[in-house]
Every structure is written in C-alpha cells, then in structure tokens.
C-alpha cells in the first residue's frame, strides 16, 4: 500500500510540475505537514550565503516573483516556494488563513534545514511575513515588503476587484499569462475565504510593531495601496523601523514588472546602504525614499 500511495504521489507530482523551467532556479518538490509543496531554489547556493525566502501574494504562485528572485540569487540563498492551497502544491484540507500561511512558511524553512531568513513578499505575502516576524520573531533577520495589501483599504470585495481591474491595466501584458492560469486553479471558494481573512488581518498595526530592519516598497500606480504621501504620513507618526520607498511607474505586481529596479533595492537595503537609482540602468524607473524610521539603521554611501 505504502509503495502505491508512493507512486501516486509520484505521478501527481509529475502532472504538476512545469514542462519547462520558469527561471534558471531549480524547480523541486517537498512535503510540508503533509502537502506536496513546489518551490524553487537557487542551485549550489554558497555555504555563508544569507537566505531569502519570496512569499508571494493572493492567489498567485511564486512564478510571478523569479524576476527579482533570479535577479538576487547570485547573492542569496534564494528560496520561492508555492504555499499550500496555491499554484502547484498540494491544497491543506482545511484551506488556510494568514497566520497559517505563515506557519506553512515556517515549516517550510524547517524541511529545508533553514533556521533564519530575510523574507521578501509582495502583497498578500506581506501580512503574511508580518505574522511570521510576530510569531516566529528569532528566525527572521529583516522583511521586505512590496505593494503589501490588505485592510480596510481593500474592503469590501467589490472594491478590491475593481482596484485589481485598474491594476491589471497597469501591468506589462505578459503578467495575464501568469496571473489567470493562477487565479483559475486557486479557485472562487478559496478566494472568498481568503479575502475575509487578509482584509480582517490588522497589517498596518503589525508593520508599525516590527522591530527589525523592515523594507517597505511601492509603486506609485498601485491602485490597491494609499497613495505615497498618505503612507509617508502614517509612518511618520509613530516611532519605528521601517525604510519606505517608492518606485515611479510601478503598479502592484513590482517584482514582475521592475525586478531590476526592486533587486537594486533589496541589495542596498541588505547592506544598510543609501537608497539611490541603480547607475547601471538605463532609462530605469526613480527610487524615492519617502520614510526613514528613527530605528532604521543608518544608511552608509556607495
């Protein structure tokens, strides 16, 4: 019986795996509390590299984060799972919430003999890592956070499909190819449960709490996040840690649509230097800083 069931999986797994890779990372397959979990990884990582795990966002895979995951995995031991319940992994009988979500990410990291890493998510994966930083604190050395949702910003649905509407009109063409296979196979029950979930998550309150060097990047064409000013205003007003930036041109989706502009960032943000426009770039998109928290480590030149 072991053996069948052993060979089931083995052909399930082959059904779900690309017939092509996505990116030069490998493409390999894991079980976390009993789900099939996909999840890419740079190859022969070094042994000192720092590790960083992608948390990708609501109903999508991590396929739309290889841009800035490929881009970075020459410096970091890069990790970009499929959760549970999304893209090609196995679904959790029991779907997910954040705080699951961010326990699968723990566990995630445990199969992988990972004791501490530096958290990159854009969206959804935002909350996420936030409730991972407040659960599983010792484990995480800095979280960087891209277009995060969720809140009473995004309420009620009818609100967040129609910001997603603009977004999408905002996003390089090639995003649908990624984003509808996706979206079709996480499903409307999935959906509607998550949704609740994400937008009753007290993000903002969360973020403000960290006390770790925290990245926080945004598109200033993203329909689903308060304009630039209000989030500069809101952090300002209490004390924390937090290193906000924004990208000019950028939509939601940054880690498709400006992975070289964003992997910039996170390397300078990593090693606490001053957030400049990449020199090498051409006709690339503005970095502003908008916010610097007076926990912040200070930025050095170069």
Not at 226 to 239: C, L, S, T, W
Not at 241 to 259: C, R
Not at 290 to 297: D, K, L, S
Request: proline content about 8%; some cysteine; aromatic content about 6%.
């Amino acid at each position: 019986m072991a053996k069948t069931s052993a060979a089931a999986a083995e052909r399930w797994r082959a059904r779900r795996t690309p017939r092509r890779p996505a990116s030069r990372l490998s493409e390999q397959w894991t079980v976390v509390d009993g789900v099939d979990v996909f999840f890419r990884e740079s190859p022969g990582p070094a042994a000192d590299a720092r590790v960083m795990l992608h948390v990708h966002g609501f109903g999508m895979s991590g396929r739309y984060l290889l841009p800035t995951a490929e881009l970075l995995a020459a410096d970091f031991h890069t990790l970009v799972p499929d959760l549970p319940g999304f893209g090609r992994s196995g679904r959790h009988p029991e779907g997910l919430d954040i705080p699951d979500l961010a326990h699968a990410a723990a566990r995630f990291l445990d199969v992988r003999g990972v004791e501490r890493a530096t958290l990159v998510g854009n969206s959804m994966g935002c909350p996420v890592i936030l409730e991972f930083a407040r659960r599983f604190p010792d484990r995480i050395d800095r979280a960087v956070l891209v277009s995060p949702a969720g809140g009473a910003f995004n309420r009620p649905l009818t609100r967040a499909i129609g910001q997603l509407a603009r977004d999408g009109t905002r996003e390089p063409p090639r995003m649908a190819g990624v984003a509808v296979p996706d979206y079709a196979r996480f499903g409307v029950p999935s959906t509607l449960k998550l949704f609740r979930a994400l937008t009753q998550y007290p993000s903002l309150q969360r973020l403000l709490e960290l006390e770790l060097p925290t990245l926080v990047v945004l598109g200033d064409r993203d329909p689903l996040m308060p304009g630039p000013a209000r989030v500069q205003e809101v952090a300002g007003e209490v004390d924390n840690h937090v290193l906000a930036v924004t990208i000019e041109g950028a939509a939601h989706a940054i880690n498709f649509s400006h992975a070289r502009a964003l992997a910039h960032i996170i390397r300078r943000f990593m090693d606490d230097r001053s957030i400049i426009d990449d020199p090498t770039s051409t006709g690339g998109a503005r970095v502003v800083e908008i916010h610097r928290g007076v926990h912040h480590p200070t930025a050095t030149d170069g």
